[in-house]
């Protein structure tokens, strides 16, 4: 058993959880947004959390269990690299079993490590999605020319809902793909803080029906999809391309994406110059 001092998790443990959120992160990789407050205040200060400290009062793991946005019980944490190997994160783990209700858990995980993956097997987790995430560094820009024949617009109060046929009609085949109203999903996309629509495109053909589109948030290719017909065009490599430079001219040093592990698109994207930069992933527990 672990000999930190385990205590509630408070308001005033979020530069703690932020340093050892990029302490993981430096040394994982993951989804940077972990060690930004609105993501560290959802996950460990919006339910039941436990912070571990050493002898000389340093966070080095911390685990909670909050609501998830479908009111799924779900558990997170994190233990510092350098304190690995010592049974904390079996300790953390039976924190959230316990405070799960006898629910089985659903865990959330933004920075994966060797020692999770160990862990996953452990205590019988089964992986029910993980992504990529990935980083451009902006130093070889690629240009890839738009297929003839085809346009573009910038996101408007008039093309946005250009913006949401592209896609719905994009994504319609995938597993699970929630189809929100054209109201709902703009009002979404305009919300989100950092949102780009002028850099933003939606592709339209001959017609002006859309084909394609890209959306980009801050230092993120947001999402980015082709309609099954105009895939293996050559559409999706021009709108990341094409967003690249349009990061680049913002100012913006890097870019950031994360791809699903199953997608060919992963391949596309390590020839556009993008490189794995963590996993994130999702797992349930099946049984106790």
Same mark, same amino acid.
């Given at each position: 058993?672990?000999?930190?001092?385990?205590?509630?998790?408070?308001?005033?443990?979020?530069?703690?959880?932020?340093?050892?959120?990029?302490?993981?992160?430096?040394?994982?990789?993951?989804?940077?947004?972990?060690?930004?407050?609105?993501?560290?205040?959802?996950?460990?200060?919006?339910?039941?959390?436990?912070?571990?400290?050493?002898?000389?009062?340093?966070?080095?793991?911390?685990?909670?269990?909050?609501?998830?946005?479908?009111?799924?019980?779900?558990?997170?944490?994190?233990?510092?690299?350098?304190?690995?190997?010592?049974?904390? $994160? /079996?300790? !953390?783990? #039976?924190?959230?079993?316990?405070? +799960?209700?006898? @629910? *089985?858990?659903?865990?959330?995980? =933004?920075?994966?490590?060797?020692?999770?993956?160990?862990?996953?097997?452990?205590?019988?987790?089964?992986?029910?999605?993980?992504?990529?995430?990935?980083?451009?560094?902006?130093?070889?820009?690629?240009?890839?020319?738009?297929?003839?024949?085809?346009?573009?617009?910038?996101?408007?109060?008039?093309?946005?809902?250009?913006?949401?046929?592209?896609?719905?009609?994009?994504?319609?085949?995938?597993?699970?793909?929630?189809?929100?109203?054209?109201?709902?999903?703009?009002?979404?996309?305009?919300?989100?803080?950092?949102?780009?629509?002028?850099?933003?495109?939606?592709?339209?053909?001959?017609?002006?029906?859309?084909?394609?589109?890209?959306?980009?948030?801050?230092?993120?290719?947001?999402?980015?999809?082709?309609?099954?017909?105009?895939? $293996? /065009?050559? !559409?999706? #490599?021009?709108?990341?391309?094409? +967003?690249?430079? @349009? *990061?680049?001219?913002?100012?913006? =040093?890097?870019?950031?994406?994360?791809?699903?592990?199953?997608?060919?698109?992963?391949?596309?994207?390590?020839?556009?110059?993008?490189?794995?930069?963590?996993?994130?992933?999702?797992?349930?527990?099946?049984?106790?």
């Amino acid at each position: 058993m672990s000999t930190l001092v385990w205590r509630p998790v408070t308001e005033a443990d979020l530069p703690a959880l932020h340093h050892l959120a990029a302490c993981c992160l430096e040394r994982d990789g993951g989804l940077p947004h972990l060690a930004g407050e609105p993501m560290l205040r959802r996950y460990f200060l919006s339910g039941p959390g436990i912070i571990g400290t050493d002898e000389t009062g340093d966070a080095v793991a911390a685990a909670s269990v909050f609501r998830d946005g479908s009111g799924h019980r779900t558990a997170t944490g994190l233990v510092h690299p350098s304190s690995r190997g010592l049974g904390h $994160g /079996h300790a !953390l783990f #039976a924190f959230c079993r316990e405070q +799960s209700g006898g @629910a *089985l858990l659903r865990v959330a995980v =933004e920075t994966s490590s060797p020692e999770w993956e160990e862990m996953v097997a452990e205590l019988g987790l089964v992986q029910t999605f993980a992504e990529h995430v990935m980083r451009h560094d902006l130093v070889d820009v690629p240009r890839v020319k738009r297929p003839e024949g085809l346009t573009s617009a910038r996101w408007t109060p008039e093309t946005a809902p250009l913006f949401h046929d592209a896609y719905r009609r994009s994504f319609a085949d995938r597993p699970g793909f929630p189809d929100p109203p054209l109201e709902e999903w703009v009002a979404d996309v305009s919300a989100e803080e950092g949102f780009r629509p002028s850099a933003s495109r939606v592709v339209l053909d001959a017609d002006g029906v859309p084909v394609g589109f890209v959306n980009l948030i801050d230092d993120w290719v947001d999402q980015v999809g082709v309609v099954p017909a105009w895939r $293996g /065009h050559g !559409l999706g #490599a021009h709108l990341v391309a094409r +967003s690249l430079r @349009a *990061l680049r001219k913002a100012g913006c =040093e890097q870019v950031w994406l994360t791809v699903n592990v199953d997608n060919p698109a992963h391949d596309l994207y390590l020839r556009l110059g993008f490189r794995d930069a963590g996993l994130r992933a999702r797992y349930e527990e099946t049984v106790r």
